[in-house]
């Protein structure tokens, strides 16, 4: 008889919510703690249990899982005071689905072991739709044992998982993701606004190459959202630049050039200035925008010069 595991999911964000929500509709038992309550309040009358900190989830369930912003919220809720290391007990298996630094994953693993906790390091990719939808793709570090257990749990998020390597491999892959991520929301916006002030209708542009070498994700998904003004997130430019400082930080540890992304890390690092950290990464074509003194809205020229 296949072992039902409890699980424990902390950080009920845009996409912890619908990662939580997925597994809970996949029929296993769900604990959850959020800073905010009103996600908490949703799942628990969908039939989610709630608890009031990371240690007390970790007492209650075989996995925890933490979906958080960045490196030293995980370390905190892993390591810290009422934390899940303080919930440690044996078997349970530590989950992280944030986007961390691949030595602070590296670092937590090696704590956690020494306590008998068994931890992976798992981030998604896919967006808010993938969150909702569970089609993420998962990137897994970690011991294999550990992932063979949870990984029915794991098919109820996502419908690629991949094995990596050992601790802190899965941030790493997060990590190159974000180099592509950036990569194509930066081009996209280049040629986008490259297309409109050189005289081309940028939407049959658009239509003209998103069936041949150029063709991505990014290119059949995002330019009828930016066509129509639409820059709601998606995934917010505030955590594709933390991804991207994460990046390069990384690069610097190992002496890794990375020109090109030094430079798309600077452009979101400017749509934090232009206040557009809560936009969408594809939005990264405002900062375009403003240095090619256009405005991609049709019938709106007033920028145009």
Known sequence: MTEKLTIGYIGLGLMGKSIARNILKAGFPLVVHNRSRTAVNELLAEGARAASTPHEVATQVDVVFTNLPDSPDVELVALGSDGIIEGAHPGLVFIDNSTIKPATARYIADVMGKKGVQCLDAPVSGGDIGARNATLAIMVGGPAEALERVL?????????????????????????????????????????????????????????????????????????RLFTGNRTPGFKAYMQAKDLAIVMETARQYGIPLPSTAVDAQLYNAMLEMGMSDQDNSAVIGVLEVLAGTSLLEGDTSQDR
């Open 152 to 224: 029915p749990v794991l098919k109820a998020m996502g419908k690629t998982i991949t094995h990596v390597g050992e601790a802190g491999a899965g941030q790493i892959a997060k990590a190159a993701n974000q180099i592509m991520v950036a990569a194509q929301m930066v081009a996209m916006g280049e040629l986008i606004i490259f297309a409109k002030k050189a005289g081309a209708d940028p939407q049959k542009v658009v239509e003209a190459i998103r069936s041949g070498a150029a063709q991505c994700w990014t290119l059949d998904v995002k330019p009828p």
